[in-house]
């Protein structure tokens, strides 16, 4: 009996060991941090899996926008993306019933892996704006904890709704012809329904990528800055204006494809693997110097 309790004091004190000495998480240790690194400014890795050096913080209001749901502390980027934020919204500015943007969620003071929320937004690139149109630029911080944005689609995202306007087009148009911009995320019918609308130059509507959900918002991801290193951008967009593409997408909604017949094989029950969270080691070496900056 004593050899047994021996024997298992010795695999409990292992246990423990094992529990105490775990890696933290990265979307741990990059939560914790409340301010940018004194760094550099350096976006290092990619869109989903790296970290930001010497962020730029918005300012929670300007004279064109304010930054949303405060509490989150995510109105932090690249400086390329702060100017771009300001610049697109003096263009919103001008637009019928708008008085500039409300700003979602750029990243973290140090970029990273987030608590909860986007798998993407590591790198202070990435840009989440409202489609709301912001007519009142003195909310205070309570009031943007609360308030949320509307919705533009209709039947799933197929079409979109009475909400839209010529002003919404206006300001994406303007948003993907601006150089620095890589592509823009938004829901199937809107991309569509540019594609009817648009009379002029189609080029821009290249980078118009439509993606499940983004009805309340449209995500605006920049290229790497030329001249950084440890960057990776994303793959170009498909050649062309990508209309048909959306097209398809508002078809399959509309008219879900059946699923393809499997053969009759006995399959084993399997649990669906949760995704591995990242721990610092899995980031660019560059981001533990970001961590340990002051």
């Given at each position: 009996?004593?050899?047994?309790l021996?024997v298992?004091?010795v695999?409990?004190?292992v246990?423990?060991?094992s529990v105490?000495?775990a890696?933290?998480?990265a979307?741990q240790l990059?939560?914790?941090?409340?301010n940018?690194s004194n760094l550099?400014?350096?976006?290092?890795?990619?869109y989903?899996?790296?970290?930001l050096a010497?962020g730029?913080?918005l300012?929670?209001?300007?004279?064109?926008w304010?930054?949303?749901?405060?509490?989150r502390?995510r109105?932090?980027?690249?400086?390329?993306a702060?100017?771009?934020?300001?610049?697109?919204?003096r263009?919103a500015a001008?637009?019928?019933?708008?008085?500039?943007l409300?700003?979602?969620?750029?990243?973290?003071p140090?970029?990273g892996?987030?608590?909860?929320?986007?798998r993407?937004h590591?790198?202070?690139l990435?840009?989440d704006?409202w489609?709301?149109?912001a007519?009142?630029?003195?909310l205070?911080?309570?009031t943007?904890?609360?308030i949320?944005?509307?919705?533009?689609r209709?039947?799933?995202g197929?079409?979109?709704?009475?909400?839209?306007?010529a002003a919404?087009?206006?300001?994406l148009?303007?948003?993907?012809?601006?150089?620095r911009?890589a592509?823009?995320?938004?829901?199937?019918?809107a991309?569509?329904?540019?594609?009817k609308?648009?009379?002029?130059?189609?080029k821009?509507?290249r980078?118009?990528r439509?993606?499940?959900g983004?009805h309340?918002?449209?995500?605006?991801?920049?290229?790497c800055?030329?001249?950084?290193?440890?960057?990776v951008d994303?793959?170009?967009p498909?050649?062309g204006?990508?209309c048909?593409?959306?097209?398809?997408?508002v078809?399959?909604?509309l008219n879900?494809?059946?699923?393809?017949?499997?053969?009759k094989t006995?399959k084993?029950?399997?649990?669906?693997?949760k995704r591995?969270?990242?721990?610092?080691?899995d980031l660019?070496q560059?981001?533990?110097?970001?961590?340990?900056?002051?």
């Amino acid at each position: 009996m004593r050899f047994f309790l021996i024997v298992f004091s010795v695999l409990f004190s292992v246990c423990l060991a094992s529990v105490g000495s775990a890696e933290p998480l990265a979307k741990q240790l990059f939560g914790a941090k409340g301010n940018a690194s004194n760094l550099p400014p350096a976006p290092f890795g990619s869109y989903a899996k790296g970290c930001l050096a010497g962020g730029t913080r918005l300012p929670e209001t300007g004279p064109t926008w304010q930054a949303m749901r405060l509490s989150r502390n995510r109105n932090w980027g690249h400086p390329d993306a702060v100017d771009f934020v300001q610049d697109l919204s003096r263009f919103a500015a001008t637009q019928p019933g708008w008085n500039g943007l409300y700003i979602g969620d750029i990243s973290q003071p140090r970029g990273g892996p987030m608590l909860s929320g986007h798998r993407s937004h590591q790198i202070g690139l990435d840009i989440d704006i409202w489609m709301r149109p912001a007519t009142d630029l003195n909310l205070s911080r309570k009031t943007r904890e609360n308030i949320s944005s509307i919705s533009m689609r209709r039947a799933n995202g197929a079409f979109v709704n009475g909400e839209w306007t010529a002003a919404h087009h206006a300001i994406l148009r303007e948003a993907a012809k601006d150089k620095r911009v890589a592509r823009i995320f938004v829901f199937p019918g809107a991309k569509v329904q540019m594609c009817k609308d648009e009379k002029g130059s189609r080029k821009w509507l290249r980078k118009i990528r439509p993606w499940w959900g983004h009805h309340y918002h449209f995500h605006v991801r920049l290229a790497c800055p030329k001249g950084t290193r440890g960057c990776v951008d994303q793959k170009a967009p498909p050649k062309g204006d990508g209309c048909a593409d959306a097209q398809k997408w508002v078809n399959d909604i509309l008219n879900p494809p059946k699923p393809k017949p499997q053969p009759k094989t006995k399959k084993k029950k399997t649990t669906p693997k949760k995704r591995r969270e990242y721990v610092l080691a899995d980031l660019p070496q560059q981001c533990a110097a970001v961590l340990r900056s002051n």
